[in-house]
């Protein structure tokens, strides 16, 4: 029995994955931000026989001390996770900025700064298990640069949630990169994973605007996979992970990682820089950066 944890695993393709590994009887420890839907992912656990090997935590990933707690209550409870997999994401559309009560960005906080939290900080638990491996479920092979004199997009023009999901995407990539130079000496494997257009509520259910849904979800009719068709890779990496410490995909095509990451020094850039963030914002993580 391996110990999957999903971050976002309460809809989407997170909760996709956590229902089919619970029939398969893993240990599943699924974090999301809504109780309701915690309680109703423990239902249908129930109803696979599946409850006591199912755990919910509820935590908003957007705030650093909520990632950090969540952090310490799953170290309290298991010595090893063999998966994790980082999904929780907010992918509405908006074009007016927001920032969480620690004074970050959100999309920021959310997409990126908790992936790289939870990511470095569960390293431990991960080097314990026999075959550990993240997948990280964002998308490489978006194209663009990162914005180093303002990585938060807060001093843009205009705010646009779209860029920011994107900025976003980028600095996961550079985050699997900065984890993989860090855990060279481990087994450790890192998945940056695109799913591609997934018929999913987050995704069909971006803008605020009724009519636009209708036909956002039309549309993705016709270019999205369903999400049971969406996770099918996914499932496969948990199975029989990759050899290379680093790997990134769109669905089942490997994407070649020089062009993920053209430039080597960036990872490490961005550590530095997330490092000091983390410490102006909420104090000092022992992250282990060599
Ligand atoms: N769907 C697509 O077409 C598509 C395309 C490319 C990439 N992706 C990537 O795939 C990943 C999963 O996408 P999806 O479409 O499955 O997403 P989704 O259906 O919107 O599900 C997102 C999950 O994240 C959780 N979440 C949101 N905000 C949170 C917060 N502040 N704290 C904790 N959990 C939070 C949600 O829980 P609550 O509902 O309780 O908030 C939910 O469980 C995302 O990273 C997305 O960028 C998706």
């Not at 209550?73 to 994401?89: F, K, P, T, W, Y």
């Not at 790289?116 to 997948?135: D, G």
């Not at 663009?144 to 949630?161: A, C, K, T």
């Amino acid at each position: 029995m391996r110990t999957i944890v999903i971050a976002g695993g309460t809809d989407g393709i997170g909760k996709q994955l956590a229902l089919q590994f619970i029939r398969n009887g893993e240990y599943v420890i699924v974090i999301g931000r809504s109780s309701e839907k915690g309680e109703a992912l423990r239902l249908e656990a129930k109803k696979l026989d599946g409850e006591r090997k199912f755990l919910f935590l509820q935590a908003d990933l957007s705030i650093i001390s909520e990632t950090i707690r969540i952090i310490h209550e799953v170290s309290r409870r298991v010595n090893h996770i063999d998966q994790l997999i980082l999904c929780a994401q907010s992918q509405k559309l908006s074009k007016v900025y927001r920032e969480t009560k620690e004074g970050i960005e959100h999309h920021f906080s959310l997409y990126y700064l908790s992936r790289f939290i939870l990511s470095f900080q569960f390293r431990e638990l991960l080097t314990n298990a026999t075959a550990p491996l993240i997948i990280n479920v964002c998308a490489p092979g978006v194209k663009g640069d990162i914005e180093w004199d303002d990585l938060q997009l807060q001093n843009q023009r205009s705010f646009n949630s779209i860029k920011a999901i994107m900025h976003g995407s980028r600095l996961n990539n550079l985050l699997g990169a900065a984890f993989a130079q860090s855990t060279a000496n481990t087994n450790i494997k890192y998945v940056l994973f695109n799913p591609g257009a997934v018929q999913t509520k987050g995704a069909t259910e971006a803008f605020d605007h009724k009519m636009i849904n209708i036909f956002v979800k039309l549309m993705y009719k016709i270019i999205g996979l369903p999400v049971q068709k969406a996770v099918e890779p996914i499932l496969h990496f948990v199975q029989s992970p990759p050899e290379d410490s680093l790997t990134a995909y769109k669905q089942n095509k490997k994407l070649d990682i020089a062009q993920v990451i053209p430039n080597k020094d960036q990872p490490e850039r961005l550590v530095r820089l997330t490092l000091a963030l983390i410490k102006q914002k909420y104090g000092d993580l022992m992250i282990n950066y060599e």
